[in-house]
């Protein structure tokens, strides 16, 4: 009967610490898959916008744009009013034509401010006055799929084709129309206390450096709201 008692105690046991090995091997899997996810962003989260809200950056995104830089690149040049501008971080590409920027741009916005959709009516109605994009709209709830992302909809409003880019060839700095991706994404979370805007412009020789929407998706997924 002793023995019996003790197989059975040992079954126990051995099945709980079992139970508790699986649990942690899981959790070392999903954390080193994770890692992988978010390898191209910085390991560390920004704080923007005066202490309202943070994100992981793409790491290829190093310098730090205010709006004073010369000539003005932080935004995209037909959204030179941008709702709650909160800085621009760049990377230069090395291309036919020159030098050329890729920007994100991001913005916060307290929905006591301005709601949602005024933010998104702004944001378009700039966007169409340029007239390679008269007829841009707005693609509406798109999930990133993932249960811990505070925002996890967006509105996406994407404009490919000839776009205004700055054009640095031997120290002289220019603004071309050249072939490119501009996707701006702007939070649709139920509920949220203040949309955030993350508008990205790469040019066409740009595109390996920073993939869209692949960069912008986990990016996305890292955004975070610090206070009101």
């Known amino acids: ?27 070392r899997v999903a954390d080193r898959r994770l890692a992988g996810e978010f390898a191209a962003l910085r390991p560390t989260a920004t704080v923007v916008a005066d202490g309202r809200a ?16 010369t000539p003005a690149r932080s935004v995209p040049p037909f959204l030179r009013d941008f709702p709650g501008f909160a ?13 050329l920027p890729i920007v994100l741009t991001v913005g916060v916005v307290p929905t006591a401010d301005r709601p949602k959709e005024k933010v998104a009516e702004a944001i378009l109605g700039q966007v169409r006055a340029d ?16 249960e811990s992302a505070a925002f996890g909809k967006w509105d ?32 649709a979370e139920p509920g949220q206390k ?3 805007i993350l508008a990205w412009r790469v040019p066409a020789d740009g595109r390996e450096k920073l993939p869209l929407p692949e960069i912008a998706k986990i990016t996305a997924r890292t955004v975070r709201l610090l206070g009101p």
């Open 1 to 27: 009967m002793r023995w019996i008692v003790m197989a059975v105690a040992c079954g126990g046991i051995c099945g709980c610490s079992s139970s508790a090995y699986d649990a942690a091997y899981m959790k």
């Open 54 to 69: 943070e994100l992981r950056l793409p790491a290829v995104l190093a310098n730090q744009l205010d709006g004073s830089e």
């Open 87 to 99: 800085g621009g971080y760049e990377a230069q590409v090395d291309a036919a034509d020159g030098r």
């Open 131 to 146: 007239e390679e994009f008269g007829k841009a709209a707005w693609r509406k709830g798109q999930s990133l799929d993932d």
């Open 156 to 187: 996406v409003l994407e404009l490919e084709g000839p776009q205004p880019f700055q054009v640095t060839k031997a120290d002289v700095t220019v603004e071309k129309r050249l072939p490119g991706t501009t996707a701006i994404w702007l939070s």
């Open 194 to 196: 203040a949309c955030v």
